[in-house]
């Protein structure tokens, strides 16, 4: 199936769950033993992120492949525009061709580590909207069935945005070129995402657009990220997180609580499904769903 299959008369929320290839062998020997729990919480489909550069790109292909084989279930592959040229991405949509991914999650990428700036490569592209454009004439030119593409949207704006409208008006110039679905950065406030798909709508953005969640497991982590990202925490999350310090059970129970009121008020609301950051662990993952069950 591809994306917008889930979505289209959809009976009940879609539920997504997002993994990372991890950069080291055990690492990626404990992912294989948390998959089958994960899939136990029965997501409507997976996605699996791409790193910057190196390895963890041909993992990304790798778990998508095995979740797929292994267990049936419909996954995405992440890709970027880092480091590629047309003629390389080229060559990695016809292995996810290969492998029988249907469905690609298309982004622009982060600037490489040390670079402030994203550089298109040499050849390359310098933005996901023309990555959708590129996914799109590949299919055309080889005669492939259309994959089902995601792109990226920002309910607090893109770190890069000038503002919240240049940022839209780039997420209008994605879907315009083809992408089937938006999927959000991570937020705490749902006010942001209420906001982002009202002004969406305005603009004429008519896909469906999926709230991404990251439930928060370390105060820490948790701070560091959402500056990365430009997600605020609200004030009181932020005090209890600061409460609990660095006792991470109790940052994960804050979390839990926490995601499983953001989830139910979304999908109360009409948000057409929930995109989980799962940060390949699966225990707060299925407390979560067992509460907004
Ligand atoms: P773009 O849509 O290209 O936007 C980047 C910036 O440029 C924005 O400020 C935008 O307003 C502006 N812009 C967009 N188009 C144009 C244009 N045509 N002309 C001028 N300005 C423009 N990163 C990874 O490395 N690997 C992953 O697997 C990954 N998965 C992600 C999944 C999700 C759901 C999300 C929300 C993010 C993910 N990211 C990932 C992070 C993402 O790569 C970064 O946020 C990146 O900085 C921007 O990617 P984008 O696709 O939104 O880029």
């Not at 136990?40 to 910057?52: D, K, N």
């Amino acid at each position: 199936m591809r994306f917008p299959d889930y979505f289209r008369n959809a009976a009940k929320p879609v539920i997504s769950f997002e993994v990372f290839p991890p950069k080291t062998d055990k690492a990626f020997e404990s992912l294989k033993t948390i998959l089958p729990e994960l899939l136990a919480l029965h997501p409507s489909f997976m996605t699996v992120t791409y790193g910057a550069m190196g390895t963890t790109q041909a993992r990304t292909l790798e778990i998508a492949a095995l979740i797929k084989r292994e267990y049936k279930l419909e996954t995405a592959s992440h890709l970027t525009c880092v480091g590629a040229s047309r003629t390389q991405l080229d060559e990695i949509l016809a292995n996810l061709a290969r492998h029988e991914i249907h469905n690609i999650v298309a982004l622009r990428g982060d600037p490489p580590a040390g670079q402030d700036e994203f550089k298109p490569p040499p050849d390359g592209l310098a933005h996901a909207n023309e990555l959708v454009a590129h996914i799109r004439g590949w299919c055309e030119r080889t005669g492939h069935p259309r994959f089902g593409i995601a792109v990226a949207g920002y309910p607090e704006k893109h770190v890069q945005a000038p503002d919240l409208a240049a940022d839209l008006r780039n997420l209008k110039r994605k879907v315009d070129t083809g992408a089937d679905v938006v999927v959000t950065q991570l937020f705490f406030d749902n006010a942001d995402f209420f906001r982002f798909v009202d002004d969406a709508r305005k603009l004429g953005i008519t896909q469906p657009i999926v709230p991404g969640l990251l439930p928060i497991q370390s105060g820490k982590q948790i701070q560091r990220i959402a500056s990365l990202c430009g997600s605020k925490l609200p004030e009181p999350l932020l005090k209890e997180l600061q409460a609990a310090g660095e006792d991470d059970e109790r940052c994960t129970q804050i979390g839990i609580e926490w995601c499983a009121i953001q989830v139910k008020e979304l999908l109360a609301k009409g948000a057409p499904g929930v995109h989980f950051y799962v940060l390949n662990k699966a225990r707060h993952m299925r407390e979560i769903m067992a509460r907004i069950a």
